[in-house]
């Protein structure tokens, strides 16, 4: 059992003298040494004198407490031992933390200073990144043999072929509602065959690569940072670096042309889902025949919607792959960035898709129009 940090007072030829013993060490000091610091300062501004020699062990703990109870200067009259004099020296340079602002880190125009350069430097890693992976594509051009097969191939799977399920589910539930709403509004007017419309280019052309987008940000996007940031957490990612192993070859360029592959396919497999639950829905509510749907479905929806939905899906793939694969690069060491950076990479994925579906929108709005 150590001797705890104790404190004795004493008046010698008029002056006072502040004597410390025991042992003035993490272990030692009382677990909130507020109050003794407190003591301290309070001594520290009538003391003449301090006594450390019956200190039995002094660490930098014990050090930084005295030193910032004397107001990190040494005091006018002291008894220090050597050995206790050299831990309070590196006290003694350790800066001390800058005064605070009273509102400077609120104002508007900082804040909006911090916001521009934050997102500048994500631009920035994303440039960089985006043009690693070209550099590395026209490497493997000329190195076909050393293409990461098995990382694609196995990122093709979990991101494509393990999202058919959820993705058919989500697409067929939206296409039963959209359909079943519009049918209400539709009926008011006696236009109830316009219903294929509706469903056909809000499906097929929005919300089929949209809602495929946000099933997968959320799915994949979010499962390929936390694997980078797992491995930067284990430092798997400096030991290929030592390795001379890319880190853009093997982790991310895999992952990113896997998704942009995946993702037009799976826009195509929702939307054939939220069509038929359209359809489904539309018989039962409107009592729509199943044959003049599918026929005029193609006049409602002429082919380049359908290649617009792919397009999407192939640009969506590629920013979910990189937004996932930048953040996951980003994760310090330690768990609290890892779950930060996987949540920023989900709410960064889908913003990014949907300003991506506005350009679309803006840039095709003269494309795919029913004759």
């Known amino acids: 059992m150590l001797p705890p940090a104790a404190i004795s007072c004493e008046a010698r030829d008029g ?31 009538a003391a003449a004198s301090w006594d450390l020699s019956q200190v039995g062990r002094l660490d930098s703990a014990g050090a930084l407490l005295l030193w910032r109870a004397w107001g990190r200067r040494w005091p006018a009259a002291a008894e220090i031992p050597e050995a206790h004099r050299r ?14 602002r009273a509102g400077g880190g609120r104002h508007p125009l900082l804040a909006a200073g911090r916001l521009a350069l934050l997102a500048g430097g994500h ?13 590395d594509l026209l490497w493997l051009f000329a190195n076909p043999r050393q293409a990461p097969l098995r990382e694609f191939s196995a990122t093709l799977y979990k991101s494509g072929a393990m999202a058919l399920p959820v993705t058919a589910l989500v697409g067929f539930l939206i296409g039963v509602v959209v359909s079943y ?48 940031g797992v491995m930067r957490v284990t430092e798997e990612i400096d030991a290929l670096a030592t390795m001379g192993v890319s880190r853009s070859l093997r982790l991310v360029l895999p ?72 953040f996951g690069l980003r994760v310090k060491p330690n768990t609290e960035s890892l779950s930060t950076m996987t949540t920023s990479a989900v709410v960064s994925s889908i913003t990014i898709v949907i300003l991506a579906d506005a350009v679309f929108a803006i840039l095709t709005r003269n494309v795919g129009l029913p004759l």
């Open 15 to 45: 002056r006072q003298i502040v004597r410390l013993s025991g042992h003035w060490t993490l272990a030692a000091l009382p677990p909130s040494p507020a109050a003794l610091e407190a003591q301290l300062r309070g001594l520290a501004d």
């Open 87 to 100: 831990v309070l020296m590196r006290a003694e340079s350790v800066p001390a933390p800058p005064p605070a």
């Open 123 to 135: 631009l920035r890693d994303l440039v960089a990144l985006a043009g690693q992976l070209v550099l």
């Open 181 to 228: 709403l519009s049918s209400l509004q539709l009926s008011l007017f006696g236009a109830e065959a316009f219903i294929v419309n509706i469903l056909g280019m809000s499906i097929i052309r929005e919300l089929g690569p949209v809602l495929v987008a946000v099933l997968v940000a959320g799915r994949s996007g979010s499962a390929m940072t936390a694997q980078i």
């Open 255 to 326: 992952k990113v042309a896997a998704l942009a592959l995946a993702m037009p396919l799976l826009v195509v497999w929702c939307s054939a889902a939220g069509v038929f639950g359209g359809l489904v829905a539309a018989n039962l509510q409107l009592d729509l025949s199943w044959g003049f749907f599918i026929e005029a479905l193609p006049r409602a929806v002429p082919l380049p919607n359908l290649w617009i939905g792919l397009a999407k899906g192939f640009v969506f793939g590629l920013l979910i792959g990189l937004v996932a694969c930048h």
